[in-house]
């Protein structure tokens, strides 16, 4: 399993840096963009998102942000609305979850006047040339986009250094060489936008904690394409230590293996439609995540040990090992960053014990059916009584 994965991934890998170094794409500044922005207690980081949408080099005229206080007991709304946010809030405790509440907020807002819909995290930055590559790409044919996903916070621990790695192996390795390849990507949860029309056809159908896979994969069974520009970045809070990040991954995991059966249908449907991006998406969504791969390397080159040193699983496992090695070399030649992040590979070993330990639970134990918010680090607002 891990040598077709790597062989996989490298085709990829190959084909960005054959792309260049942080590809970049086509602007411009001719599109109406819905900015939607689902909130779940999120008083801390709301105001923050607000503003960095403003922010931009985009024109004002041409944004409307709306955030949707999503089963809310704190003061999200409120924060929103003083940043100039129109706030609609969702108080349906007996249905909560992420998928939900985008799809109820499409059914309250007119997403046909805008010429995009745009989705963001609670706790996200952008970057200041987003929405000018949006409308470059919508320019461009693109129907749905998924743009950079990065760290706010790549500097802040040993762990969120290492995920940014991660980060660059996924999207400007991983996904730009889809892209290069015309293949689509996966959508990641924010950073994400559709063409209003395809918002008009499909709507949001997709209610797991892996909504955004399981919509990805239901627009790519329907024919569509998503396209991943590199040049349009989101920067999200990533968990500072491993306890903070623990129901996150959960979350993901089950997500992924929630999937497995619509991943192997893609596969059936693809090969009798002779459809090879909806081949690629079923196998994107059954391959081994990096630590995954790297945890079964590991297993493969202690049995090798174990086999002798003339065994073929020690020689294939080293391979593997080596294949995946220069895979996270490629990543920091592309980031270029600073030794502080190479240092931080030491930290490994530790996140692969944590990350085995979480796949197995999510594989043999009670799986989590609910989205629960990470929690976020910073300052709390002053509440409306202390003000």
């Known amino acids: 399993m891990v ?5 996989y991934r490298w085709l990829f890998a190959a084909a960005a840096l054959a792309r260049g170094r942080y590809a970049g794409g086509a602007e411009a500044a001719n599109h109406r963009f819905l900015v939607i922005i689902p909130a779940h ?8 998102s607000v503003a960095a ?8 005229e041409l944004l409307e942000v709306v955030v949707t206080a999503d089963n809310c007991a704190d003061q999200t709304a409120r924060i929103a609305r003083e940043q100039g946010a129109r706030v609609l809030e969702r108080n349906r405790p007996d249905d909560p979850g992420k998928g939900q509440a985008i799809a109820w907020t499409l059914e309250q807002v007119s997403p046909y006047a805008a010429d995009a ?7 996200c930055r952008v970057s200041g040339n987003f929405f000018r590559a949006l409308s470059g790409a919508l320019t461009s044919g693109a129907d749905i986009i998924q743009t950079h996903n990065a760290p706010s916070n ?12 991660t980060s660059i192996m996924k999207n400007l390795l991983f996904y730009q060489g889809k892209q290069a390849l015309g293949l689509s990507a996966h959508l990641m949860g924010t950073g994400m ?10 709507g949001w159908s997709s209610r797991s904690v892996g909504e ?3 919509q990805s994969l239901s627009l790519i069974r329907a024919g569509e394409r998503i396209h991943y520009i590199g040049h349009a970045q989101v920067f999200a809070e990533e968990a500072v230590h491993l306890a903070q990040g623990y129901g996150q991954r959960r979350r993901w995991a089950a997500g992924r293996l929630g ?10 449907l693809g090969l009798r439609d002779r459809r090879l991006i909806l081949i690629d998406a079923g196998v994107e969504l059954l391959m081994p995540t990096y630590s995954m791969s790297l945890n079964l390397t590991l297993l493969a080159l202690l049995l090798g040990v174990l086999s002798g040193p003339g065994s073929n699983v020690l020689a294939i496992s080293l391979g593997a090992l080596l294949g995946q090695c220069l895979e996270g070399m490629a990543a920091l030649w592309v980031m270029r960053p600073s030794w502080r992040f190479v240092l931080s590979l030491g930290f490994a070993p530790l996140f692969l014990i944590w990350k085995l330990a979480i796949d197995l639970m999510t594989l043999v134990g009670r799986r989590p059916r609910r989205w629960v918010r990470t929690a976020r680090s910073g300052p709390r607002p002053e509440s409306t009584s202390d003000r």
Do not use: C, K, N, Q
Not at 259 to 268: H, Q, V
């Open 3 to 7: 040598v077709p994965t790597l062989a």
């Open 41 to 48: 207690d999120e008083e801390v980081a709301i105001a923050g």
């Open 193 to 202: 936008a559709f063409r209003s029309s395809v918002i008009r056809r499909y």
């Open 259 to 268: 999937l497995a059966r619509g991943a192997w249908d893609a596969i059936r």
């Open 53 to 60: 949408v403003r922010a931009t080099d985009y024109p004002g």
């Open 117 to 123: 819909v745009v989705f963001l995290d609670a706790d």
């Open 212 to 214: 955004d896979l399981e």
């Open 154 to 165: 790549p500097d802040a621990s040993a762990l969120t250094r290492l995920m940014a790695i």
